[in-house]
C-alpha cells in the first residue's frame, strides 16, 4: 500500500463499477498469496511451522514498501495456497501503521494476472477505486498493484503479475509484497 490513508497514487475514479464488472476486468488467473500483517516474522515461524504446518519458503525485503516478507506455503506441492507474512521495517511503513489501527491479522488477497498495466487501465476507465493507477515492484521481481478496499466489498486487494521469466523460487505461482 501507498500509505494508511490508501488514496490512488494518481486521480482517483469515483463511480463504482459492480463486482461482477470488476471480476471481468481483472480476469484472475487464481490467488496468488494472502497476506497477513504480523510484527515480528520470527515470532510466528513457529505458529505457521509447527501448528499449520506450512513449508518456509523464503524471507525478501522489499525496501521501498519497509516491509520485510516471508513466505509459506500450505497444501500440495503442485497446488499449494501461499502465505505472506509482511513485517515493517520503518513506524513509516503502511504494515506499521496497518497494525497500529487493526493489530496483527489478514492484511490483502492476491490475484495472480497478466497484463497488470493493462488491467488497471480498464479498471481506472471503469470507474474502479484503485491506490494504485500503474504498477509497481513487488517481491520476487513481480509488479504489483492494490485495489481500493472499498472496490471490493472492504477486502484489500492485490493484482500480482509474476516475473515473467519465472521466479526465483521456483513456484509458478510467484508472488508479491
Known amino acids: 500500500m501507498k500509505g494508511d490513508d490508501m ?8 463511480p463504482a463499477a459492480t463486482p461482477a464488472a470488476i471480476a471481468s476486468l481483472v480476469a484472475a488467473k487464481g ?18 511451522e509447527s501448528v499449520l504446518g506450512a513449508r518456509f519458503e523464503c524471507i525478501e525485503e522489499v525496501k521501498s514498501q519497509k516491509v520485510r516478507v516471508a513466505f509459506y506455503a500450505l497444501g500440495p506441492i503442485d497446488n499449494a495456497v501461499r502465505l505472506e ?7 513509516e511503513s503502511p504494515i506499521a501503521q496497518f497494525i497500529e489501527k487493526r493489530g ?6 492476491a490475484y495472480t494476472v497478466t497484463d497488470i498495466a493493462g488491467r488497471l487501465c480498464a479498471l481506472h476507465q471503469a470507474g474502479v477505486r484503485l491506490i494504485d493507477e500503474y504498477p ?3 517481491a520476487h521481481g513481480s509488479q504489483i498493484a492494490f485495489l481500493h478496499p472499498k472496490a471490493s466489498n472492504g477486502v484489500l486487494t492485490e493484482l500480482c503479475e509474476p516475473r515473467r521469466n519465472g521466479n526465483s523460487n521456483g513456484n509458478s505461482n510467484g508472488h508479491a509484497a
Open 7 to 14: 488514496n490512488a497514487s494518481g486521480p482517483s475514479a469515483t
Open 31 to 48: 490467488v496468488n498469496h494472502i497476506g497477513i500483517a504480523v510484527r515480528s516474522l520470527d515470532e510466528q515461524r513457529a505458529f505457521y
Open 85 to 91: 507474512l509482511l513485517e515493517p521495517t520503518s513506524p
Open 104 to 109: 496483527e491479522g489478514l492484511h490483502h488477497v
Open 136 to 138: 509497481r515492484a513487488g
